[in-house]
């Protein structure tokens, strides 16, 4: 009977990670219908950087009662949380190259997906701006870039990219937790994804402005036409999302707590 038990439990723990393993975020299933769901990516990355980069305009531009950075982080975080709750189970709801690139390092999601998924991000975030820009008027571009993320006066370059690589390496570490593996409960998964988010943007925005996502940073850049430290922005969230995925994929997705 003991032995019986054993297996039983080591049975479980199989089908509970080999469960992990092939389900996408959310419980989407990676692979399928990759167009629409790229269509997916394109909707929500354009309506996560529009709210947090608009909010920013209604403190930098329109000077609104109660528009601050505490405005800007709200705005972020409940965003990708409404996201995910909508658009998770239909494409995963990245919304974030370094998010995408992450999963794929760690064999959580097709590498045939990438580009379709990396080039909607950027492409949501672009009409994003525009849109921004388009509601603001000239100002928003001329005067406040749009929101555009730069390194802080005296914050170096490689500075802001360990602050982005670490502040994305906690995002994408929570976001692996939440919506990949069947241990933990799903109905929490956006709310901890949108905490997540918003904690990172507090830490990282007197240094880096807090991007945590290559897709928000390129977009407002690009419409700006300013493009001083963009790389940091790619580079350092992306080394920290692919390294927070490998972590939880090879090492955390296997670990039980001791009994």
Not at 59 to 67: D, E, M, N
Not at 81 to 98: E, I, R
Not at 118 to 135: I, K, T
Request: hydrophobic fraction near 55%; proline fraction near 5%.
């Amino acid at each position: 009977m003991a032995g019986e038990a054993v297996g039983s439990r080591h049975a479980d723990r199989l089908a509970v990670h080999g469960a992990t393993s092939s389900r996408g975020l959310y419980g989407s299933t990676p692979g399928r219908h990759v167009a629409r769901a790229g269509a997916a990516e394109l909707v929500g990355t354009f309506v996560l950087v529009l709210a947090g980069t608009a909010t920013a305009m209604g403190w930098l531009v329109g000077q609104a009662p109660g528009y601050d950075l505490l405005a800007v982080v709200l705005a972020f975080g409940l965003a990708l949380t409404a996201l995910a709750a909508g658009l998770g189970h239909v494409s995963g709801c990245h919304l974030n190259p370094a998010v995408t690139l992450g999963l794929a390092s760690a064999g959580r999601f097709p590498w045939k997906a990438v580009p379709v998924y990396l080039g909607a991000q950027l492409v949501g975030a672009v009409l994003a701006s525009l849109a921004v820009w388009a509601m603001y008027g000239p100002a928003a571009r001329e005067d406040a870039g749009l929101a555009v993320t730069l390194p802080a006066e005296g914050v170096s370059d490689v500075r802001a990219l360990l602050v982005e690589a670490l502040i994305t390496f906690v995002l994408v570490l929570v976001v692996m937790s939440v919506a990949t593996d069947d241990r933990a409960p799903a109905a929490i998964a956006p709310v901890a994804a949108g905490a997540a988010l918003a904690v990172c943007i507090f830490v990282a925005a007197p240094i880096t402005g807090g991007a945590v996502n290559p897709a928000r940073a390129f977009g407002p850049a690009v419409v700006a036409g300013n493009l001083t430290s963009l790389w940091v922005y790619f580079a350092g969230p992306i080394l920290g999302g692919v390294l927070a995925a490998l972590l939880y994929g090879k090492v955390f997705a296997r670990t039980e707590a001791p009994s």
